[in-house]
């Protein structure tokens, strides 16, 4: 017996004769957990990730203001004010001289600074003006087909109400960034589906077939991730025509970044279909008859769906990241068409950042939704395997 070979003392035996009825003596609990489906232990192990559940419904409520923008931002997409060209953010106010009035800001009195040639804004503290809310403001179409007016807050009457400041042009830039949103939070679920049907049809292919399909697909993939990203995209950017109009450029940037980003997911479904691919009920479907894309489809695939969607949540960001960054080095998307990047575009002057700090504000919902779709993929990716 070797020094360390294991001792009956080190085991534990059950002497006790096993009892078929002892299901019948479990709690309603332990029986809850015992006939449980997939998708329930999944959810039940995703709502202690307490982290991952907040940044779940963080990510709603963006997808969901980005949904009514419209209705939300308290001006339209381009309406300007001329007199309050590069306004700082305006204070809401409750009380006036001790007495409660309600949501109100103060107008601005400006002045010109001949020594820096800078506008002087300064709050005109005599008259409060209230806000509006449920009102009637700006004209829009609501998705550029129902026209509307209907606005959850208003500015007061021939009053202003910059939240968040105002840009070069006197457009309420909290107005602009709702706009904004709609454009880099769905560029990445369009992108996203672009790459993962790339990464689910090749790198399916290479793993179940191998050989020399395996050897190509390999090689292609090694030949697309040894290009430097930033590069590639500003080429890529590049070949779109200047002549295109806003909305075919939206949707060349969520091709190119679907046909950049597919390579990773095609390499995580290679590996699981070349251990998925010896299993016996492949074997079994196949002696039955089935094609190879059903028993991808339907056998193969569904098998790991769950670090797909996983998957999924981690790359979005990469999506929103893509179309920020060729945004603001201007070979994304241009005006009229408004997202996250485009109005950082506007910040790339030095000066600008330090006299209007206020028109960088937009990177604030570029961190907060990157952190959310990450936070919320590792709580996906743990319940991804319940058992665990």
Request: glycine share 8%.
């Amino acid at each position: 017996m070797t020094k360390n070979a294991p001792t009956t003392a080190d085991h534990f035996v059950c002497q006790e004769q096993f009892d078929p009825k002892a299901i019948e003596k479990l709690t309603p609990e332990q029986e809850a957990v015992f006939l449980a489906s997939q998708k329930k232990l999944m959810w039940w192990k995703f709502k202690r990730h307490k982290v991952a559940v907040i940044c779940g419904v963080f990510l709603a409520f963006m997808y969901l203001t980005a949904f009514i923008s419209e209705i939300l931002a308290p001006y339209g997409l381009e309406t300007r004010n001329s007199k309050y060209i590069y306004a700082p953010p305006q204070s809401v106010h409750l009380f006036h001289k001790g007495e409660f009035v309600g949501p109100f800001v103060y107008d601005y009195k400006s002045e010109l600074d001949l020594t820096t040639l800078k506008r002087i804004y300064k709050p005109d503290t005599r008259t409060p003006h209230k806000l509006r809310f449920m009102c009637s403001g700006d004209k829009y179409w609501f998705w550029g087909m129902i026209e509307g007016s209907f606005h959850l807050v208003c500015p007061p009457e021939r009053k202003p109400f910059f939240f968040l400041g105002a840009d070069r042009l006197g457009r309420d830039v909290m107005s602009r960034m709702m706009y904004g949103a709609r454009i880099s939070l769905t560029i990445g679920l369009i992108g996203i589906s672009i790459s993962f049907t790339l990464g689910i049809v090749i790198g399916g292919l290479a793993g179940y077939y191998g050989g020399w399909v395996d050897l190509v697909v390999q090689r292609i993939i090694e030949v697309i991730q040894s290009l430097p990203t930033i590069p590639l995209w500003l080429a890529l950017a590049a070949i779109m025509p200047v002549t295109w109009s806003p909305i075919l450029v939206y949707f060349g940037i969520t091709v190119i970044l679907g046909l950049i980003d597919w390579t990773g997911l095609a390499r995580a479904v290679r590996s699981k279909l070349l251990a998925l691919r010896e299993e016996d009920y492949v074997l079994a479907a196949r002696l039955m008859g089935a094609s190879p894309r059903r028993i991808i489809g339907l056998h193969l695939v569904p098998g790991f769906m769950s670090h797909l969607i996983a998957s999924a949540t981690i790359t979005i960001p990469t999506m929103i990241l893509g179309e920020t960054a060729l945004s603001f080095l201007g070979l994304g998307l241009r005006s009229p068409i408004v997202s996250w990047g485009v109005l950082l575009n506007e910040a790339q002057n030095i000066n600008v950042v330090a006299l209007y700090p206020w028109l960088i504000l937009p990177v604030v919902p570029v961190i907060l939704v990157i952190l959310a779709f990450n936070f919320f993929g590792d709580g996906l990716r743990d319940a991804a395997d319940p058992y665990g």
